[in-house]
């Protein structure tokens, strides 16, 4: 992580801020997604960031906000599928402009920690085929796809991944 770079859970005054942070940094996507997406998506992001069954983390670049996380303690709240020992990320986020300063993958490794702290076996999230970047960075991470879990929309298949929080942590990235 850059020294300048923090990572904390969010205010709830900021969750109105943070959707936006989401939607700059989803914006690049568009071409892939059908008309009105957007809206929804806003909208579902809200109600994300906005559960009290989940820890939204905001990185901050020199004290400027430069990405979020969704984090769910609790698998059960991610969705009711999915065991409550396992731990789930969701709307990993970081605005273009601080993208390759490795902010993605701070949010992430602190995401882990945090699972493992609380002793959850598995961590879960899904992506869109079209995140390259996102789906390099899971992996790097540790994340293997697990396509057992992926979930179909009538627009696109959301791919799953998982890490398995009980192997060796992986190595730092060195950013």
Known sequence: MQPDVSIREAALNELDGLVQVVIDAYSQFTEYLPPGFVDEYREEVAGVLGNPNTQVLVAEDGGATAGTLAFYPDGRFYHESVPAEWACLRTLAVLPAYRGRGIGRALMDESVSR?????????????????????????????????????????????????????????????
Do not use: I, K, N, W
């Open 115 to 175: 699972a493992r702290a609380l002793g959850r076996s598995q961590m879960l999230l899904h992506t869109l085929p079209f995140m390259a970047a996102a789906r390099a960075l899971h992996e790097r991470v540790g994340f293997t796809r697990a396509p057992e879990l992926d979930v179909d929309y009538s627009t696109v298949t959301a791919l799953a991944y998982l890490l398995d929080l009980a192997e060796q942590a992986p190595a730092p990235s060195g950013r």
